[in-house]
């Protein structure tokens, strides 16, 4: 019995009958899913950290088995599976958390009534006293902008939030660090003041601008 033969002839049927290339398509189909999967639920940073899990997950090298083609295989596999959960499964991860966070949108916001909640949720992580102001800048024209920043002594340009407010109260655009907001920004996670200025850009609510009962000053935490 030539057992060095037989080794050799099932490495040549396994080859020819394409059963690597079966494996690991299979192998790198599920593990490109469960690298997006994590990154989608974490709102990381998606091209750093998929370029560190595809080194990390396919640093192996089949060259003992002679095959030349499995760099292509791997290659194309990688486009093939990027493109179709970039398409289907983002977008559907988007979906999702878009409608977990329009469920409770409201159709008509108070502006006074934003900044009060900001002021509380702000003054919980930063010890403001009563002499502290919210920044707000409003210049009324043909249509509105207003500038905000919960910390105190922002000028209108180096506020961190704008938006501008049409005639019928509905947000024309919001700005995030001077940078106009967009849906795929969802993927990595707004909280606090973006969430709910977002909510009422994306539902189409109305911003009540009741400058008269607008309080800036930040109540001490000690009180």
Not at 18 to 40: A, H, M, P, Q, Y
Not at 154 to 169: E, P, S
């Amino acid at each position: 019995m030539d057992l060095n033969n037989m080794v050799n002839q099932a490495l040549t049927n396994i080859h020819s009958e394409g059963l690597v290339e079966k494996i690991v398509r299979n192998k790198l189909e599920k593990t490109i899913e469960s690298i997006v999967d994590d990154i989608f639920s974490s709102y990381g940073d998606f091209g750093k950290q998929l370029k560190e899990h595809v080194k990390q997950h396919f640093s192996i090298n089949l060259d003992v088995l002679d095959l030349p083609s499995y760099n292509t295989l791997i290659a194309q596999v990688i486009k093939e599976k990027l493109d179709e959960i970039t398409h289907i499964q983002g977008v559907e991860k988007l979906k999702e958390q878009m409608d977990r966070m329009l469920a409770d949108v409201k159709p008509e916001y108070k502006l006074s009534e934003l900044i009060n909640g900001w002021k509380e949720s702000e003054n919980e992580d930063n010890e403001y006293d009563d002499s502290d102001e919210f920044s707000l800048h409003i210049e009324k024209d043909y249509s509105t902008w207003i500038h905000l920043d919960p910390e105190p002594n922002k000028g209108k340009y180096q506020c961190k939030y704008g938006m501008l407010v049409r005639d019928d109260g509905t947000l024309f655009c919001l700005k995030i660090d001077d940078r106009e907001i967009k849906s795929k920004d969802m993927m990595y996670g707004l909280h606090g003041i973006a969430e709910d200025l977002f909510k009422i850009y994306a539902h189409g609510s109305k911003l009540v601008i009741d400058e008269d009962e607008i309080d800036l000053y930040y109540e001490n935490s000690d009180c």
